[in-house]
């Protein structure tokens, strides 16, 4: 990995979901380009494990705190404790996330609350946490992990489409209010990554088999991420193919859901 982004060099990037998957990736690149990582999420071992091969990769601090997106109380601790240590936080990168398929008629109600309170109401927390103080400093960027299924929605993500979709609309709103303050908020829409979400979210085991090379790679999507910190990127699309279907959905509604129904109908 190449050191681009100079903008990094001693920043501080908190990650949350950083144990593994996209968050994980995002942690490593950071590091890379010389920032000071902290990274959140439930499992401890595997944290240690990301923080340690952050602080190698960067020759300074890492951190690594236990946090459940779903806890309010839990994420306050994670704020105070990173702010403890580095002083102030840079760069938050709202990741923390997970995905169930299931129709709708059939879905788990307690599956669906947690997913927006992890999805949705966690990043809510952790933005009303940590952007008052990038707003005192005129400084900072709060990007938001979304998804491709929160602009064109497909059978049985119901719920997962939902919370990402919420997602788009808090950080559009959230951009244009924190835009005079020159912080920045940016979006990522990935489509599917290969990474252990579809573990949990896929009941078949074959989702990404199916969609075969629209597939994504979890480091070169946290390449364009680290990419875009500390530039005033309103959105990362990836792939372009989805990046552009949405836009037909946009402008073809009908015709979106006939070709959902039929060419993307994979779970």
Do not use: W
Not at 160 to 171: D, E, I, N, Q, W
Request: net charge positive; with cysteine.
């Amino acid at each position: 990995m190449e050191r681009k982004n100079q903008f990094l060099a001693g920043r501080v990037v908190f990650i949350t979901g950083g144990s593994s998957g996209l968050g994980e990736q995002i942690a490593y690149r950071a590091a890379q380009a010389g920032a000071r990582v902290a990274v959140a999420a439930r499992r401890r071992e595997r944290l240690l494990q990301v923080r340690d091969k952050c602080t190698q990769l960067s020759g300074g601090d890492a951190h690594a705190v236990v946090m459940d997106a779903a806890d309010p109380a839990q994420i306050r601790h994670a704020v105070e404790e990173v702010l403890d240590k580095f002083g102030q936080i840079d760069v938050l990168v709202n990741n923390a996330g997970f995905g169930y398929f299931a129709e709708a008629v059939d879905f788990d109600m307690e599956i669906a609350e947690r997913m927006f309170r992890v999805n949705i109401l966690g990043m809510m927390h952790l933005t009303r946490l940590v952007a008052p103080q990038m707003v005192a400093r005129r400084s900072g960027q709060i990007i938001n992990i979304a998804s491709q299924g929160g602009k064109t929605a497909t059978p049985k993500s119901t719920c997962y489409s939902a919370t990402k979709f919420a997602v788009l609309g808090y950080s559009n709103a959230l951009r244009l209010e924190l835009r005079p303050h020159g912080v920045y908020v940016t979006t990522v829409n990935p489509g599917p990554i290969a990474t252990d979400f579809f573990a949990a979210a896929d009941q078949t085991g074959d989702y990404l088999k199916r969609l075969g090379f629209v597939v994504l790679d979890a480091d070169k999507v946290a390449k364009k991420v680290v990419q875009a910190m500390g530039r005033p990127c309103r959105e990362v699309n990836l792939p372009l193919m989805m990046e552009l279907g949405a836009r037909f959905y946009t402008l073809f509604p009908r015709l979106g859901d006939f070709l959902v129904l039929k060419l993307f109908n994979f779970k």
